[in-house]
């Protein structure tokens, strides 16, 4: 069988289709992504069979080289399955498929279906999702909703268990991407700030940012006095830095967090605010409310309904004598700081200090986070995939 995966955009969407393009390669059949130049730059060697790079879909002649390569593809390559893995690019080439009677579909990782992906769904009658609570939640909606997992590459699931610290140092990874950046490395510092002098000198961050603010981010460890840090602009090999890690701060997209599953690692959510229908913030919510992460909500500057659970974010051991005196010590910081990142940080510090005195929990957590991870996510899409039909064959929810 031939396959076409569409997707473009940022790594959300990529890593997904990349992820679902080994399982479908190691069955035998072939795969063609189709992307943007967004989404080119997350393709790696030996994944594809092919790559057709549409280019620049923001302009006016951009929707029109769309349209031309969407048809060339239906009418001469003819795939037997097309696929969607969100982005601006999936639309149009799926309508193509719909029209010229090829097999079709899409597959949503956040917990908010897309507007795209509701339209896509109404057309051929389901939809693949990557949470379970998905399902519930959209009972009412006028297609069926079958609940796959979100496609993870192959590299996070070999990931080892999370260690208990022997070198008494904490590895932190800070996946600041592009959205925000520039609010995680005001956090990390004053994050870092509320904490002693000795409980620096036990954390070692990799923190990766946008190109443009290496150097000043590197900076800003140079005088943390931390265990060691590494600031970069990129990483090729996410699942290497998951696997030396023992907590991770990042945003909360769909793919991320699905890694961070797979890889078994704690992790603290800090919800990009401006995302589409507020999406990573119940992303988020299923996750913390299983008890395998920590969230903050970037947008709360008085706490008043900060994060999900308060529960979620309480440090254990409450008798420990160097988490009492840093909860004194966060308190005095905190009676002139009603900022948003001031608020966050203060969060921030607190999970720090978990990870320094009581490591069990981030035990807990991540031992919580492999059991959540659906290992069997790309196989059962690609059950999904390869049975559907048609609008008219599909059953109720």
């Known amino acids: 069988m031939k396959f076409l995966l569409v997707a473009g955009g940022t790594g959300g969407h990529m890593f997904p289709a990349q992820a679902m393009a080994e399982f479908i390669k190691c069955r035998g ?89 509701r339209a896509i769904a109404r057309i051929c009658g389901s939809l693949a999702v990557g949470y379970r609570e998905s399902v519930e939640h959209y009972k009412e909606c006028k297609f069926r909703i079958v609940y796959t997992g979100t496609p993870v590459r192959k590299c996070f699931w070999s990931i080892p268990r999370v260690k208990r610290l022997s070198d008494d140092v904490i590895n932190v990874l800070v996946t600041g991407g592009s959205q925000g950046a520039k609010f995680w490395q005001n956090a990390m510092r004053e994050a870092l700030l509320l904490l002693s002098n000795s409980e620096r000198r036990r ?65 603290f959510f800090v919800p990009y605010p401006f995302a589409a229908d507020n999406h990573q913030y119940f992303n988020a919510k299923v996750i913390v409310d299983a008890g395998a992460a920590w969230m903050c909500c970037e947008k709360d500057t008085d706490g008043s309904d900060f994060g999900v659970r308060n529960e979620a974010m309480r440090l254990s051991g409450a008798g420990c004598d160097a988490v009492n005196n840093f909860h004194q010590r966060a308190l005095l910081e905190r009676e002139n700081q009603n900022d948003q990142i001031s608020y966050c940080a203060s969060q921030m510090a607190r999970v720090l200090t978990t990870c ?42």
């Open 203 to 267: 954390i070692a961050v990799t923190h990766q940012c946008r190109c443009d603010q290496v150097a000043e981010v590197r900076e800003i460890y140079e005088k943390m006095g931390l265990a060691g840090f590494f600031v970069t602009g990129f990483i090729r090999d996410m699942a290497s830095e998951f696997a030396k890690s023992h907590v991770i701060f990042s945003r909360a997209g769909a793919s991320t967090i699905s890694e961070i599953m797979a890889s078994g690692r704690a992790a």
């Open 29 to 117: 059949h072939r795969v063609t992504l189709m992307t943007d130049d967004r989404g080119v730059r997350f393709v790696e060697d030996n994944v594809y069979d092919d790559v057709l790079n549409v280019g620049d879909i923001s302009s006016f002649l951009g929707v029109i080289r769309l349209l031309k390569e969407s048809l060339k593809m239906a009418v001469s390559n003819r795939p037997d399955v097309v696929w969607g893995f969100g982005g601006k690019i999936s639309a149009v080439p799926i309508v193509a498929a719909r029209i010229f009677g090829i097999k079709f579909g899409a597959h949503q990782s956040d917990f908010i279906i897309g507007r795209a992906n």
């Open 356 to 397: 320094l005195y009581e490591f069990d929990e981030v035990i807990a957590m991540s031992d919580n986070a492999k059991s959540i991870a659906c290992e069997s996510s790309a196989e059962l899409l690609f059950s999904f995939m390869t049975e559907y039909e048609s609008k008219t064959n599909v059953s109720e929810k």
